[in-house]
Nanobody, 116 residues
């Protein structure tokens, strides 16, 4: 069975850092893109960043570029999202998802709360 296990969320003060992990299983990790999304209360889910496990190419949404870095350890089937200089507007549930042309499987989320 496909599984995506996100972890690493928590409560942090503004300006602090967190590293989220997404551990994947049940599919050929190297063949897919893994993306991070987030959903704040009362808002729609939004894309944050993604990485191609085939090519190592990364893309990051402009509002977090320079603060968030996505990386992948293919040997561990794990994608990371390093989040630095966190702001209150980064508060959300963060999800990882796998996809090719479209994202077709979502893991459970991990809560990130940034206090100001």
């Amino acid at each position: 069975d496909v599984q995506l296990q996100a972890s690493g969320g928590g409560l942090v003060q503004a300006g602090g850092s967190l590293r989220l992990s997404c551990v994947a299983s049940g599919f050929t990790f190297d063949d897919y893109i893994i993306g991070w999304f987030r959903q704040a209360p009362g808002k729609e889910r939004e894309w944050v960043s993604c990485i191609s496990n085939t090519y190592g190419t990364t893309f990051t949404e402009d509002s977090v570029k320079g603060r968030f870095t996505i990386s992948s350890d293919n040997a561990k089937n794990t994608v990371y999202l390093q989040m630095n200089n966190l702001k209150s507007e980064d508060t959300a549930v963060y999800y990882c998802a796998k996809g090719a042309a479209l994202y077709n499987y979502w893991g459970q989320g991990t809560q990130v709360t940034v206090s100001s």
